[in-house]
Each structure stands twice: as structure tokens, then as C-alpha cells.
């Protein structure tokens, strides 16, 4: 196992792990800011990578169909929130849990009218479909790259919008003390209605970005749900920072898992056996991190409410 | 409100109707949703389609095909089923997609007599130790696909490979279905997570191991994430191979360009200069907006055509059960893949062909025919089936 | 809230609550007969598989609406009773009692250690905890090729029960059925009202007074758990039976979802929740795919209407309807 090997995978986990933070970025902003679980969050992926694979077809450019996706599932998500989320601000967790999943099952069936059972073809756009030379042993997919990009993007400029813009002062005012801020002259609904929507635009963003590498099709959006929210319960469910890390974490531990662990398992256990275990642990690598996080920190690595 | 009146009064009226007038009941179960939406899509077009070509009747009498959903889950077909027998009282039954639904249903079919026609799944069970007289595979058993792809290995002189699957039994099972007939070196065997959605990790493996060529077998959402992520990391200078349905018409129309050029086999290809196979995909392209059908909707019409020609030959007579297995077995029917012969555990003995992804005439990718592979080849299993 | 909880818990002394069960004991135990004159086979298979559901159900009602833990796990459970009985028939055990008695112990041990883990977290961590032990376990049973691994498991003989029976006797494996599902009724039903219901009700309510009054609140939650977990295994174990099939399916993490919407649907912490729940959804589901290929929607409209409409559940409902009477 030389070294590029390993940095190349090193790439990979951090690559996975960028994309997990894509959509746990969003619900764990909601669920921070709101107090709010909000399943439909894989929806709203689903939906972007709907859009932006349909608009990508019928208009040739790829950044036009990421926007387009983005404006479309944050009108989608307006509705949304208006008809039901709204209403849901004040309830327990468990009711929101149930009402998301009902928008889960409406939102499966409503795609299924609309674009077919089968998956959509949501290509890569060409001038990034191949690989780019990082160093002379290692090309590396450049859409990847873009992937990789992005993602630290938008954790930097969360990071800007909660902590030193005045939009995020009142984010945070609202989240806090609801009842202060709204003393205080801060129209908190409306705070909460820009917080989803955000949540909502990075979904699509997700969606759309991770289409071209992977099946745009009912259910991706519920496949994708149970790793991120593994990621935001690992970093502290509400801490945007936690999330972060908790994304690089999981990609890196699930990535070394699937490259690492059956070869090791091969070398100090019978063939038969390490075939059988290998993979099996490697597919459960990232709730047993979970697990483990939780037993030594019971509310994640950043608790956002302490 | 009117829905559930009507199930009240079919309820009640289940059992006091004389069973004389009864059509022949065909049970189907479909994944119209769930994991193999996508193919039980293609299962339910390739059946509609026979269906409307025979006026809905099976030899000549009267037809109901009862199609339900059962969401890809094997316990929920397991329900399924179990109405079909109990309440619905059904004469013939085909539709699932996958191996493990297909195993879950089998026992209760066999133990009611009723004739299971698989539509896809040919487990390696059902072909030996757990034959079954009322099973009749008129699909293909499984390791089939990739024994076709092992020696279409042998013949491009690929000698060292890597395979990769998902980590489950299925997966275990086409990898040793193509090591039985390849004669290289296996370099690395790679077994995934179900439902995994990124492979950069095995993919930089592969690259590492520098084969000459790669085996995959991951059906759905999994082949169409590997595909689409192994292509974009410049992968494609080394060839790809799969069993049929890891690079069929559904999944072409999913990942586009880059599964051009992808090797895969199987026992039928639209191509296919068959009479019975033209007039086929002639009508399934008319009637489907010139869509190209896959395996799954040549082998559900199949069925159809094999149910009819046995309801014929018994007179109509379906409740003589030894009758009917004996006049499924002959198999006197005209198969979209030419001609159709079982072998004594019920599983056709049939040619594999080469197919490769190319682009048609008007620019549309889809499968070419390359060529035959494997003619009269029947499975490993045949042996084991002791009826 | 609690309080009213809390009184919606204990069996009120009119007199439709104290005849009800008994009624429909009475009327349950008369269908496999009934259903075999009118040939309605079908529909007795079919209550069989919703009693087994509702032991789960209530299992799992007792910890969430008494005790307070959402857990999202709880097919786990039902999968390791259900594997249970997979193991000891594939080892050769043909009584379906050991096999049964064996899945309690075995998914009671395996909830215990579970819930010693995971109590230590509350709320959303305590959900996502449950799942991610459930989702080790599915992708086990997934990968364990000696058991069918995704493939599954076919259980080809029926157990045999005793005196030359066995449970491929649908009537008999019905009494059973309903039999147990009653004991675990009457069980929950009295264990809400017990001391140690009402303790639990209390840390559901406030953990910390709970704990300052000297209760052992970590043991107290941890045998609710385990017992929940051991009752679960129970449902799995008949399951199985009743399938004569197994598959990690039974695990997965949308069936442990399905369980915690039929819980909360039918009444959170209510004596008839559980059962109401299960009944409507299974029901509901079912009719639903006869007519249209389109049948999850309409499921994830009445959620949201019962979120909405009926914060308490269909049990809440009916109940009001009786207050105002």
C-alpha cells in the first residue's frame, strides 16, 4: 500500500464526507435554529436533483439547472412550510418526525406522477466529466473536485451568515430566547421562514450536485437521510460547526473502512471468515461510530443547546 | 367510501360463488415501488403488452391478471401471495424481481400447487436442492448471466480481474458463477454495502490493482452510482463487464453516454433476429413511445405467452394442476429468444449471447448483439434438483 | 397534559371499557371458525398478522407513551426473535415453545445491552441511538450468509406445539396468537396502572423530580426497555412463524419508522393506542393497494391530519367523543 493510495483515499473520505454536509448542513440549521426535525429534508434533495437533471436535459447548461433547481425547491419548500412545518414549530419531536415521514410518503408518490418510476438521466456536465491529473500517479474525478469545492464553500459562508451577519444575529436571537427576541421588535416567524428556506435551498443544492454521480430516483432522498443524520446527531444536533466535522469524520471512517479494513481482516484471520466480516463491519463502520460517540458524549460532539 | 363497499361485497361474495365461471386467475406481484421499481416497471409493460395481444384471455378463455404492489419487500410479498391463494383463489403466479422475494413466496405456491412462473429470478435453490415441479424458470438461473461473462472474459484474453458485488448472498452467488467458468486471476474480490451510493474508495482499489478488465454485478441504484462515478474517474480504458442487467435499456437511460461501450451478457437482446422477438419489440415500442424493452419485459411476456400456450393444451381445464405442469413443461409456445426447452429442473437450457452498449441508428444508445457466447447451456445446479 | 394522560391510562369503571375487551376477545376467538365456513381464510391470516403487530405495538407503546423513549429500533428486536427461531430450527429445535420462550430471552438480553448504552442519551439522541444498533443488526442479518443473509430464510416445517399439533394449523396458531396478544393487553394495560407504570409516567414527565424523590431512574427506564425489547422478540418469534419465512427485512429501519407512526397514529400512552393504531394502518394499507399503485400518499395525508387534527391520536379521539356523551 504505497502512499498515494492512501492520500488518494484520504481524498475520497473527505470528498463523501463534504457531501454528507451538503444535506446535514441544512437540517441540522433547521433543527438548530427551530428546534425543528424535519425528515422532509430528503425531499427536498430529491426534488433538486429532479429539477436540476430535467432542466439540464431540455437546457444544455449545467449551472443554469443548479439555480433553477434551487429557486424551484425553495418555492416548494415556502409551501411546505407554510401549510405544515409552520405549524410544527411548537410541537414535540415526535410529531414532527411523524408529519415529515407523511410528507416523505406524498412526495415519493407526487414524483412518481410526475417524472415515471424510472430513474432520470442527470449527466455530468462535459467539460467535467473526466479526471484531472493531481499529481502524476493520482487523476482525480474533476467533478469530485467541484464537489469538494463547493462544500467547504458553503461551510464558510454559513459559518460568516450566522456569526457575523445581522441576519444571523437575529437567527440566533430567535433561536435562543423566541419570546425575547419577539419582544424585543425581531418578527421571529419570519426568521423561521427565511431558516427553512435556506435549509430547503441547500437541499437542492445537494440534490442537484450529487445527481450526476449518482441514481436520480424515488427514495434517494430517503438513502441519503439515515447517514446525515447520523452526521448531525455525531456533531450535536443544531451546531452547524458540529455538523462539519461530524461529516469529515463519517466520510473518513466510512471510506477507511470499505479500503482498509478488509485487507487488514485478511491478513490476521482465516480467508473465509475475513471474507464474511470485512465488508459486513465496513457497512456498519459509521453507525458504530455514532454509537460510540454517543456513549462518551451523550448529546454529540458540539451540543448546540446545552 | 364506495372502494370499501365494494370489498365488503367481494368479500362476502368469495366464498358463495360457484368456481365454473371463473376466469383463469393470474396472481402478480409487482415492485412497482421500492428498491426494483424501476424493473418491476418493465416486468408490468412486457406483461400489459401480452396481455392486450391475447384480448386478455389465456387459450382462448376469459383472463383476470390480478396486479399488486408489494413495494420490493419479501415479507410483503409473502402477504401478498397468501391472498392470492386464500382469497383470490389464483391458477398461475409470476412478478417479483428479486431472488429473495421470489424465495419467500416459493413454499406457499408449491405447497398450494399453484405454478410459480418467474418472470427474472432463478435462485440457485429453486434450480437444485429446492426444485420444485411447479417452478418454472422461464427467465434464466442466476449464475447463468455470469458464467456467459466469465468466458466472454476467456475470450478477450482478460487475464487478471477484479470483481466487485454487494455483500450479500446473491452478490456471493454471481461472483462464483463467474469464477466457474474464468480462467484468470481474480485479483481482488470486492464485496459492498447494500444500497451504498459512493464508490470512490473500491474505485481507486481498481485502480490500484490495474486489471486488465472489471466484473460488476450491483443491479439498480447501486450499478447506476458505480457506473456513473467509475466512468468520471477515467476508468473507462479499462473494460467493464456485467451480467445483462447491470447495462440494461433502464439503466442506459439513466446514465447515458458513459456506459457506452459496456460488455454485458444475457439469453435475449432485442436485436435478436427471431420472428417472434421482431413483432415483439415492434409492438412494445409502439405501444411504449419507441422505448426499447429490457430483459425483464422480453421474459414478462414470455410468461404470458408460456401461460397461454398451457391453458390451451389443458382445454381450459386449470384446476387439473398435474395437467397443466405437464403441459407448462412442454413449453410449446413461441419465446421472443427462439426456441424453448426446459431442462429437468424446470430451467431453460438456452443460448447466452454478447451484447454491448452502443448507439442505434437514429444516435440512441442501447444494446448491440455481438454475438453467441454459450449455445444449449444449462445451469450448474441441475444436478442437485432431484424430481 | 400528564394529568390527563394519566387518567386516559387507568381503566375507567363505565361500562363500555370493561366489557369491550371481553366483547372483542369473544368475537376475535369466533373467526377462525366463522372464517372457515365462509371461506375467508384469507382475513383470518391477515388478523393473526395484525394481533402479532399489535404485541410489537404495545411493546412499544409502553415505553414511548408511558416511559417516554422514542425509540426508532424496535424492528430490531422483532428481527432478533425472529432469527432466534431461525437459528435453533436450522440447529434442529422443532418445539415451537423453546423456540418461542428462546426469542424473549435472547432479544430481552440483546435489549438490555442496548438500552444500558442508550439510555444514557435522551429525545433525538435516544431515537437515533436505537437506530443505529438497528441498523448494525440489519446489516448483519444482511451479511450472514449461514442464515440466507438478504435472501433470507424459509422456515419449510411448521413447529409443533404439543400433542401432535403444530402451528401450520391456522386455527389453533390463531387462539395461540390471540391468546398471547390478550396476556400482553392485559399486562401493559395493568403494568401503566402499576407502580412501576406510574413511576415511569413520572420520569417521563420530570426525571429530574423523579430522581430527587430517590427513585432508580436509570433502572427503572432499563427495565421497561429490556422488557419491551423481550416482547418484541416475542412478536419476531411468531412472525416467523406466521410467514414461515424470515428476512432482514423484518429490520429494516422504515419498519421500525412504520411501528413508532402505527404507536403514535393509534394514541400515545393510551391502553387502546397501540391496538387502534395497528389496526387502522394495516387495514388502511391494505384496502389502499387493491385499488391504486399510488397508495402511499393517502397514508402520509392522514398523518399529518392526525398530527394535526387529533394531537392525541385515534384513541384521543374516541375518547373525547365518550367525554362529551
Known amino acids: 500500500m504505497d502512499s498515494i493510495f492512501v492520500f488518494e483515499q484520504l481524498l475520497n473520505g473527505l470528498g463523501f464526507g463534504l457531501m454528507l454536509f451538503l444535506l446535514a448542513a441544512g437540517l441540522t440549521l433547521v433543527f438548530g435554529i427551530m428546534d425543528t426535525m424535519n425528515l422532509a429534508h430528503g425531499s427536498l434533495y430529491m426534488a433538486g436533483a429532479y429539477i436540476a437533471a430535467r432542466v439540464h436535459e431540455a437546457g444544455g447548461s449545467f449551472v443554469g439547472a443548479v439555480l433553477v433547481a434551487v429557486v424551484a425547491t425553495v418555492l416548494v419548500a415556502f409551501v411546505l412550510e407554510l401549510l405544515i412545518v409552520r405549524r410544527l414549530y411548537a410541537r414535540d419531536h415526535l410529531a414532527q418526525v411523524i408529519a415529515t415521514f407523511g410528507v416523505i410518503l406524498i412526495a415519493d408518490d407526487a414524483v412518481k406522477a410526475i417524472w415515471g418510476p424510472s430513474p432520470v438521466m442527470a449527466t455530468t456536465p462535459a467539460a467535467l466529466a473526466g479526471p484531472v491529473q493531481l499529481l502524476p500517479e493520482l487523476p482525480y474525478p474533476a467533478y469530485r473536485l467541484v464537489l469538494l469545492a463547493v462544500g467547504l464553500l458553503v461551510a464558510i459562508g454559513l459559518y460568516v451568515l450566522v456569526n457575523h451577519t445581522r441576519v444571523g444575529m437575529l437567527v440566533r436571537a430567535g433561536a435562543s430566547n423566541r419570546k425575547m427576541a419577539e419582544f424585543m421588535g425581531v418578527r421571529v416567524g419570519r426568521v423561521f421562514s427565511f431558516v427553512f428556506a435556506l435549509g430547503a435551498a441547500l437541499a437542492a443544492l445537494a440534490g442537484a450536485l450529487m445527481g450526476p454521480i449518482s441514481a436520480v430516483q424515488i427514495g434517494m432522498g430517503e438513502a441519503i437521510l439515515i447517514p446525515a443524520l447520523v452526521v448531525i446527531v455525531i456533531g450535536g444536533i443544531g451546531s452547524v460547526r458540529g455538523a462539519f466535522v461530524a461529516a469529515l469524520l463519517v466520510g473518513l471512517v466510512d471510506t477507511a473502512g470499505r479500503a482498509f479494513l478488509p485487507p487488514l481482516l485478511r491478513s490476521v484471520l482465516p480467508p473465509a471468515l475475513a471474507a464474511d466480516l470485512g465488508p459486513a463491519l465496513a457497512g456498519i463502520a459509521m453507525y458504530v461510530l455514532m454509537a460510540a460517540v454517543l456513549i462518551l458524549k451523550p448529546a454529540g460532539l458540539f451540543p448546540a443547546r446545552a | 367510501m364506495l372502494k370499501l363497499k365494494n370489498v365488503a361485497v367481494?368479500?362476502?361474495?368469495?366464498?358463495?360463488?360457484?368456481?365454473?365461471a371463473e376466469p383463469v386467475k393470474v396472481g402478480v406481484a409487482l415492485d412497482i415501488s421500492g428498491p426494483f421499481a424501476t424493473i418491476g416497471a418493465e416486468t408490468r409493460d412486457g406483461l400489459n403488452l401480452a396481455v392486450e395481444r391475447l384480448?386478455?384471455?389465456?387459450?382462448?378463455?376469459?383472463?383476470e391478471f390480478i396486479q399488486q404492489d408489494f413495494a420490493g419487500n419479501p415479507e410483503q410479498a409473502n402477504q401478498l401471495v397468501n391472498r392470492f391463494l386464500q382469497r383470490d383463489k389464483i391458477d398461475f403466479f409470476t412478478g417479483p424481481v428479486a431472488s429473495n422475494s421470489a424465495l419467500a413466496v416459493g413454499p406457499a405456491l408449491f405447497a398450494a400447487k399453484v405454478p410459480f412462473l418467474s418472470s427474472n429470478p432463478g435462485p440457485s435453490l429453486f434450480a437444485g436442492k429446492q426444485c420444485s415441479p411447479y417452478f418454472f424458470g422461464v427467465s434464466y438461473q442466476n449464475d447463468t448471466y455470469d458464467e456467459a461473462a466469465g468466458k466472454v472474459a476467456n475470450e478477450k484474453g482478460f487475464k487478471n480481474m477484479v470483481l466487485i458485488a454487494p455483500n450479500y448472498p446473491a452478490g456471493k452467488d454471481h461472483i462464483g458463477g463467474f469464477k466457474r467458468l474464468y480462467k484468470g486471476t481474480v485479483k481482488e474480490e470486492i464485496y459492498t454495502k447494500v444500497g451504498q451510493i459512493d464508490y470512490a474508495a473500491e474505485i481507486a482499489q481498481i485502480r490500484a490493482a490495474k486489471p486488465d478488465a472489471v466484473f460488476a454485478f450491483l443491479p439498480a441504484a447501486m450499478g447506476i452510482n458505480f457506473i456513473k462515478q467509475y466512468v468520471g474517474s477515467g476508468l473507462k480504458d479499462i473494460p467493464l463487464i456485467s451480467p445483462g442487467f447491470t447495462a440494461d435499456q433502464d439503466?442506459?437511460?439513466?446514465?447515458?453516454?458513459?456506459?457506452l461501450g459496456m460488455l454485458n451478457t444475457a439469453h435475449w437482446a432485442h436485436d435478436l433476429k427471431v420472428p417472434a422477438n421482431v413483432e415483439f419489440v415492434e409492438a412494445f415500442r409502439k405501444k411504449y413511445n419507441g422505448r426499447y424493452p429490457t430483459v425483464y419485459a422480453a421474459q414478462a411476456y414470455d410468461v404470458v405467452m408460456a401461460m397461454d400456450a398451457a391453458v390451451r393444451e389443458v382445454g381450459g381445464k386449470v384446476d387439473n394442476r398435474e395437467a397443466v405442469i405437464a403441459a407448462l413443461k412442454k413449453a410449446n409456445f413461441k419465446s421472443v429468444r427462439g426456441e424453448f426447452k426446459y431442462g429437468p429442473n424446470n430451467f431453460p437450457v438456452q443460448n447466452y449471447y454478447l451484447r454491448v452498449v452502443d448507439k442505434d441508428a437514429s444516435g440512441k444508445l442501447t444494446n448491440k448483439l455481438v454475438g453467441t457466447v454459450m449455445e444449449k447451456h444449462q445451469d450448474a445446479y441441475v444436478g442437485d434438483c432431484k424430481q | 397534559m400528564s394529568d390527563k394522560l394519566h387518567s386516559a391510562a387507568i381503566p375507567s369503571s363505565g361500562g363500555v371499557a370493561r366489557w369491550l375487551p371481553w366483547a372483542l376477545l369473544v368475537v376475535l376467538a369466533l373467526l377462525p371458525i366463522v372464517g372457515a365456513e365462509l371461506g375467508l381464510d384469507y382475513y383470518v391470516?391477515?388478523?393473526?398478522?395484525?394481533?402479532i403487530v399489535m404485541i410489537a405495538a404495545t411493546s412499544l407503546n409502553f415505553i414511548l407513551g408511558y416511559g417516554g423513549m422514542a425509540a426508532l429500533g424496535h424492528a430490531g428486536f422483532i428481527g432478533v426473535g425472529a432469527y432466534t427461531v431461525v437459528a435453533l430450527v436450522d440447529a434442529g429445535v422443532s418445539s415451537a415453545w423453546t423456540a418461542w420462550g428462546a426469542a424473549v430471552l435472547v432479544s430481552g438480553a440483546i435489549a438490555a445491552l442496548i438500552g444500558a448504552v442508550s439510555l444514557r442519551t435522551r429525545g433525538v439522541y435516544?431515537?437515533?441511538?436505537?437506530?443505529?444498533?438497528?441498523?448494525?443488526?440489519?446489516?448483519?442479518?444482511?451479511?450472514?450468509?449461514?442464515?440466507?443473509?438478504?435472501?433470507?430464510?424459509?422456515?419449510?416445517?411448521?413447529?409443533?406445539?404439543g400433542f401432535g399439533r403444530t402451528t401450520g394449523n391456522a386455527a389453533l396458531f390463531f387462539w395461540i396468537?390471540?391468546?398471547?396478544?390478550?396476556?400482553?393487553?392485559?399486562?401493559?394495560?395493568?403494568?401503566?396502572?402499576?407502580?412501576?407504570?406510574?413511576?415511569?409516567?413520572?420520569?417521563?414527565?420530570?426525571?429530574?423530580?423523579?430522581?430527587?424523590?430517590?427513585?432508580?431512574?436509570?433502572?427503572?427506564?432499563?427495565?421497561a426497555f429490556t422488557g419491551a425489547g423481550a416482547l418484541a422478540g416475542l412478536a419476531g418469534a411468531l412472525l416467523a412463524s406466521h410467514n414461515n419465512f424470515v428476512s432482514p427485512s423484518t429490520m429494516h429501519w422504515t419498519e421500525s419508522a412504520t411501528l413508532l407512526v402505527m404507536v403514535v397514529l393509534g394514541g400515545l400512552g393510551r391502553r387502546w393506542g397501540a391496538v387502534l393504531g395497528v389496526a387502522v394502518w394495516l387495514a388502511l394499507s391494505e384496502v389502499l393497494k387493491l385499488y391504486t399503485e399510488y397508495w402511499h400518499w393517502p397514508l402520509g395525508l392522514m398523518l399529518i391530519a392526525v398530527v394535526f387534527a387529533a394531537p392525541r391520536g385515534l384513541a384521543g379521539v374516541f375518547d373525547r367523543r365518550r367525554a362529551v356523551q
Open chain 2, 10 to 20: 367481494s368479500l362476502a361474495l368469495c366464498g358463495a360463488v360457484a368456481a365454473h
Open chain 2, 55 to 63: 384480448g386478455s384471455k389465456l387459450g382462448g378463455q376469459p383472463a
Open chain 2, 251 to 259: 439503466v442506459i437511460e439513466a446514465v447515458g453516454e458513459p456506459t
Open chain 3, 45 to 51: 391470516g391477515f388478523v393473526r398478522r395484525m394481533l
Open chain 3, 126 to 161: 435516544f431515537l437515533m441511538i436505537t437506530l443505529a444498533f438497528a441498523q448494525m443488526l440489519y446489516y448483519l442479518a444482511v451479511s450472514l450468509s449461514a442464515y440466507g443473509g438478504d435472501d433470507g430464510y424459509g422456515l419449510y416445517s411448521p413447529l409443533e406445539l
Open chain 3, 177 to 223: 396468537v390471540l391468546a398471547i396478544a390478550a396476556l400482553v393487553f392485559a399486562f401493559a394495560s395493568r403494568a401503566a396502572v402499576s407502580r412501576f407504570g406510574l413511576a415511569l409516567t413520572g420520569i417521563r414527565d420530570n426525571e429530574t423530580r423523579m430522581e430527587a424523590l430517590g427513585y432508580p431512574v436509570y433502572r427503572l427506564k432499563l427495565a
